[in-house]
DNA sequence: AAGAAGTGGAGGGAAACCCTTCGGTTTCTG
DNA sequence: CAGAAACCGAAGGGTTTCCCTCCACTTCTT
């Protein structure tokens, strides 16, 4: 979404736009390697159109993980703007993220592309690990609210969020999103903090970034 | 798992359990259009096989969902019979469920099957009412036990099951299990009753089984 | 209104997938 | 333990899906 964007003519910054919005939601339903016809499809655009704007699968792919890290920091920003508590800046931020949709490509496929990819802002696993901390400060400052049960993580709640927006295959899109929506409530209290908290403490250990990347990495 | 099986030769009844636990996980993680080619690779047997036993992809599916349906049911009555209490029963029966990797075909793809799938017991559509039912009455009682979170449903814990099962895209098989494990405990948290019970109750309604069915039906 | 920039669809080549045929192997039965 | 019946996997032809490029046409911009 840099210096390249704004030389574009208006409608083809409107197309790029769709364009990133169906894959958002393509990658998200049906993983990485969905059909860019598919994603033109739903964009309303041609399949050649597509491809003049994103060359190959794994620009497209780069550019999505981009402008979801983005979205998210843009959301995390407008809800702890809008609420003085950290826990209510939280609830929000969630709903919001499982709203957009956001998909799988966040957390995911930056073994490959850490060293190739600067955005305006440093690399893509910077961002993230940016975004992270921002997260993390939420996260403990709800728990000293005394709102978020402790031994939480950002990463379980990101990893929960991809979880609940992914939609179940077979089934219509107007069911999805009931089931989306409900299971989203029950997430939600899932992170709330509650009397039992010392007495039951969680059973498994949180994952970590380092966690993560370290599967990815050997997963090739 | 009926009549025809028993005049199955003994590797044959082998092969064919090995189909449906591939089938039951492809199906999980791809949707109903995996490839059967897949299946059968999984499944450690050549394709011919799979297309001996199941003359096409129809046959299969259903088969998988009597084969997933019998499974809930004999869990259910072993995470019963091993708990005086219900919440405990939950409790085994979701972990077991999540273990199992039971696949999406439980619940969907009810309507085009209704008629003319009759199994050991009735169409599939009856034995998952009557297992619905059993599962209304473990959960009233875990309520009444103050154990289980007011306002739950048994489709509430179905769906949060199959979501849970659901392996992510991309990543590899032993992160997934990581994450899945790691949800899991949060879900479980989730249903727990606790003292917020009254004071909050939850947003949205919970999905019935005529919601399902007749959004199912909708989307032919 | 003219030129630059952008667009969609047709289509060839490759890959994935479906499903059947067939020579060889394993299990069952007497 | 041997013959028969049942079963098996690999190979392969036909079909569909997908990738990606070329090019005549359309839409912006000035």
Chains 1, 2 share one sequence.
Do not use: C
Not at 34 to 48: C, F, H, N, Y
Not at 73 to 91: I, M, N, S
Not at 116 to 139: I, V
Not at 167 to 185: A, D, H, Y
Request: glycine share 6%; proline share 5%.
């Amino acid at each position: 979404m840099a210096e390249n964007t704004t030389r574009l003519r208006a409608d083809a910054r409107r197309n790029r736009e769709q364009i990133i919005i169906a894959a958002r939601e393509v990658f998200l339903e049906q993983g990485l390697h969905a059909p860019l016809e598919e994603i033109a499809r739903r964009a309303g655009i041609g399949i050649a159109t597509l491809y003049r704007r994103f060359p190959d699968r794994h620009t497209l792919v780069r550019q999505v993980a981009l402008d979801n890290l983005t979205l998210v920091g843009e959301e995390l920003d407008r809800a702890t703007a809008a609420h003085p508590d950290a826990w209510g800046a939280l609830v929000q931020l969630v709903r919001r993220l499982v709203e957009l949709r956001l998909s799988i490509v966040m957390p995911v496929l930056l073994p490959g592309l850490e060293e190739d990819a600067h955005g305006e802002g440093g690399t893509l696993k910077t961002r993230r690990n940016q975004l992270f901390e921002q997260m993390e400060q939420l996260t403990r400052t709800a728990q000293q609210e005394g709102r978020l049960r402790q031994g939480i993580n950002p990463i379980d709640i990101w990893l929960g969020v991809i979880k609940l927006s992914r939609p179940l295959p077979v089934i219509g899109g107007e069911l999805n999103e009931l089931i989306t929506n409900r299971q989203l409530e029950l997430f939600l209290g899932s992170l709330h903090a509650t009397a039992l908290d010392t007495s039951e403490p969680l059973r498994r250990q949180p994952l970590t970034l380092d966690d993560l990347d370290r599967h990815l990495k050997m997963a090739e």
